[in-house]
């Protein structure tokens, strides 16, 4: 299978990288900067998710049909009430949500993707409308709420694909800290499983596949 992975240079991106390379698949990672790793199966492109001319590009130069795109490439700005800024708030849209969806309806149109292919937005629990608290970033929890809209109305548009978005669980990562709960490799684990054995579209799931509340 041909996988594409947004933000693969680090954390999350990078762990699925490494594992789907030792599984013997082809994968394409979208990265800003450069791929720590080398590999027969993986093909290095360039891609800023928050420039729409950047993932034009990006989508262009894809040379396989893709079977599963995972929409990894994410910020966190750590802005709360009553200190949050315009600037965190839009650049967490561009990057969390407005990237994302460009990106698949580019590749649509590009043909990239098919019947078949599937798509994987990594979400966030911060992003659940139903199990809000006070305590979280709001550009953060605004934009991946608004991602998990763009799953719901993408997975109704693409009827002959899957969109689904996915927690990947609290990670140790630079976003997630060193006293996140769970590693880069199981959430990845997690989240191929997932994507490999997915029968259903328009669904929000953890890494484990438990169903959570939008
Ligand atoms: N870690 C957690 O606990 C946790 C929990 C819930 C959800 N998530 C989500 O999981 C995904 C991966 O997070 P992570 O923990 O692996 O974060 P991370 O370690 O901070 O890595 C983020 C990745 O996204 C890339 N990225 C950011 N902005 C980009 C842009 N404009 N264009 C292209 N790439 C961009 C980064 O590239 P650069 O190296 O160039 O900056 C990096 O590769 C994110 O969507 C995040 O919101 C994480």
Redesign the pocket.
């Known amino acids: 299978m041909h996988w594409v992975i947004?933000?693969?240079?680090?954390?999350?991106?990078l762990a699925l990288t490494r594992q789907l390379l030792s599984e013997g698949e082809n994968v394409t990672v979208g990265?800003?900067?450069s791929m720590p790793i080398e590999h027969q199966n993986l093909k290095v492109l360039r891609?800023?998710?928050?420039n729409i001319v950047s993932i034009e590009q990006f989508t262009s130069q894809i040379d396989k049909p893709v079977d599963v795109l995972i929409n990894?490439?994410?910020?966190?700005i750590e802005e709360r009430f009553p200190q949050v800024t315009e600037e965190g708030m839009l650049l967490s849209l561009k990057?969390?949500t407005i990237?994302p969806y460009m990106l698949v309806q580019t590749m649509y149109n590009m043909q990239r993707i098919r019947p078949g292919s599937k798509i994987i937005n990594?979400s966030?629990n911060l992003g659940s409308i139903a199990s809000t608290t006070s305590t979280s970033s709001v550009p953060y929890s605004v934009s991946k709420a608004a991602l998990n809209m763009v799953t719901n109305l993408l997975a109704h548009k693409l009827r002959d694909m899957y969109v689904i978005s996915v927690?990947?669980?609290?990670?140790k990562?630079?976003?997630?800290g060193r006293n996140?709960a769970v590693s880069p490799e199981e959430s990845a684990k997690g989240i191929i499983n997932i994507a490999r054995n997915l029968k259903v579209t328009g669904v929000f799931v953890d890494y484990k596949g438990n169903k959570l509340e939008w």
């Open positions: 947004t933000g693969a240079n680090r954390g999350i991106g990265i800003r900067t891609v800023d998710t928050s990894n490439a994410g910020i966190l990057v969390n990237g990594i966030s927690h990947p669980g609290w990670v990562t630079d976003m997630g996140a």
